[in-house]
């Protein structure tokens, strides 16, 4: 027994072109903290580099410094990325979203790029000790990294507060 082939009405016809998704245009923040992200991943693998040579004596430097440095890059890369992701849950509009965006990220990389430094001078920076490279080496920190990152991060929590104005809702 054969089957005839019948002609498919229009009505039946199969579309395998693929549905028109509506992909949200990411923040602009969001954006700039991503961007970020992958230059401070890209820094920080390149900083392996910097320790393996540390640590092998090739360079002068704290190889446990080095090792900081390359971490901080790339612990700071998945913080800014997860900072990003949150940005519309924040209260916060553009130009909040925008300065807190720009906290983390000079924070993150003053943290990077300060550590990495500070491996060549030999100094723990985590303390002022008398000691003058030290010493500016915990102000360089204290002011481009810890008072940064703490500020960024009690206005990353308060940003996550109900808006009295925008109550949230229960389905």
Excluded: C
């Excluded at 030290?134 to 008072?147: C, K, P, Q, R």
Aim: glycine share 8%.
């Amino acid at each position: 027994m054969t089957t005839a082939l019948r002609p498919v009405p229009p009505s039946e016809e199969v579309s395998f072109a693929p549905a028109a998704v509506s992909t949200p245009v990411p923040l602009r923040a969001a954006r700039l903290m991503a961007h970020a992200a992958a230059w401070l991943t890209l820094l920080g693998l390149l900083t392996g580099g910097f320790v393996s040579a540390a640590m092998t004596g090739k360079v002068s430097a704290d190889p446990h410094a080095a090792l900081a440095s390359h971490l901080n890059a790339l612990m700071g890369a998945f913080l800014l990325l997860g900072v990003a992701w949150t940005l519309p849950m924040l209260r916060y509009g553009a130009t909040g979203q925008r300065r807190l965006a720009w906290a983390f990220i000079v924070s993150n990389f003053a943290n990077w790029f300060v550590t990495g430094v500070k491996a060549f001078l030999r100094v723990s920076g985590v303390d002022a000790t008398g000691e003058p490279v030290n010493d500016a080496v915990f102000g360089v920190l204290t002011l481009s990294v810890v008072l940064p990152a703490l500020g960024a991060a009690a206005a990353w929590v308060y940003g996550f507060r109900r808006s009295a104005a925008a109550p949230e809702t229960h389905p």
